[in-house]
C-alpha cells in the first residue's frame, strides 16, 4: 500500500462547477500538507500549504485536513477550463524535508 | 523572475551515456531538491540539500547518480551510463528556512531526459 493514495480519475466537470479532490494517506506523522497543480510538461506549482487540520482558503480553493481521518481536500468553486491540469496532493513529516506525492488526479473542466 | 530555473530543459541521449542537469533555486533558498517523475506519477524524491550539505538521498539514487551543491548555490545531478529506465522528469525545487513554512518547496519547470 503506498503512504498517499489518490484518485487518477480523470476527472470531468462542466465550467462552473465545485470540484473536489481527495487524498487519503497512512502514516500519522505527517504534519505538513500541499497541494500542486501541474500543467502538461510543466513543473508542479504551489496552490495550497498548510500545517494543521481545518479549513485554509485562498481565493476560489479551499483547503481541508483531517488529521484524525487521514484525508485531505482541495475544493475548487466556479471552476474554470484553465483549470484543466493535474492536482497532485503532497506531504512530509516533521522529521524530514522530502515530500511524498501522490500520483495526481487530471481535471479537465469544459465550457 | 526569480523563480527555480533548471537546464538543460530537455535532453535526448543514448544508453550508456553520461548526463548532467543544472538547477539554479530561488535566491536565498538554502534548501534545494531533487524528485524524479514518470508519466501519470507523482514526483519521487532523490535528495535534498541544506546549502552545501546533502542531507538525505532515497534509496531510488543509485550509484550511477550523484548531485551536488558546491557552495550553496546551484546544483548539479549527474547520472552516469544511462539507462533506458531513468527517462523521465527531474524537477529540482527549493524552499526557504522561514519558521511555519519548512517544506514550502517551489518547483522548476523541469529536465526532461530521454534515454534511447
Known amino acids: 500500500q503506498k503512504e498517499v493514495e489518490q484518485d487518477p480519475g480523470p476527472l470531468s466537470v462542466p465550467e462552473g462547477a465545485i470540484v473536489s479532490l481527495n487524498c487519503t494517506y497512512s502514516n500519522s506523522a505527517f504534519q505538513y500538507f500541499m497541494w500542486y497543480r501541474q500543467y502538461s510538461r510543466k513543473g508542479p506549482e504551489l496552490l495550497m500549504y498548510t500545517y494543521s487540520s481545518g479549513n485554509k482558503e485562498d481565493g476560489r480553493f479551499t483547503a481541508q485536513v483531517d488529521k484524525s481521518s487521514k484525508y485531505i481536500s482541495l475544493f475548487i468553486r466556479d471552476s474554470q477550463p484553465s483549470d484543466s491540469a493535474t492536482y497532485l496532493c503532497a506531504m512530509s513529516s516533521y522529521n524530514t524535508d522530502k515530500l511524498i506525492f501522490g500520483t495526481g488526479t487530471r481535471l479537465q473542466v469544459f465550457p | ?116
Open chain 2, 1 to 116: 523572475d526569480t523563480g527555480v530555473s533548471q537546464d538543460p530543459r530537455h535532453k535526448i541521449t543514448k544508453r550508456g551515456q553520461n548526463v548532467t542537469f543544472r538547477c539554479d533555486p530561488i535566491s536565498e533558498h538554502n534548501r534545494l531538491y531533487w524528485y524524479r517523475q514518470t508519466l501519470g506519477q507523482g514526483p519521487e524524491f532523490l535528495t535534498y540539500f541544506q546549502n552545501e550539505a546533502q542531507l538525505e538521498k532515497s534509496r531510488l539514487l543509485s550509484d550511477r547518480f550523484s548531485a551536488e551543491r558546491p557552495k550553496g548555490s546551484f546544483s548539479t545531478l549527474e547520472i552516469q551510463r544511462t539507462e533506458q529506465g531513468d527517462s523521465a522528469m527531474y524537477l529540482c525545487a527549493s524552499s526557504p528556512q522561514t519558521s511555519g513554512r519548512e517544506n514550502e518547496q517551489f518547483f522548476g519547470p523541469g529536465t526532461r531526459l530521454t534515454v534511447l
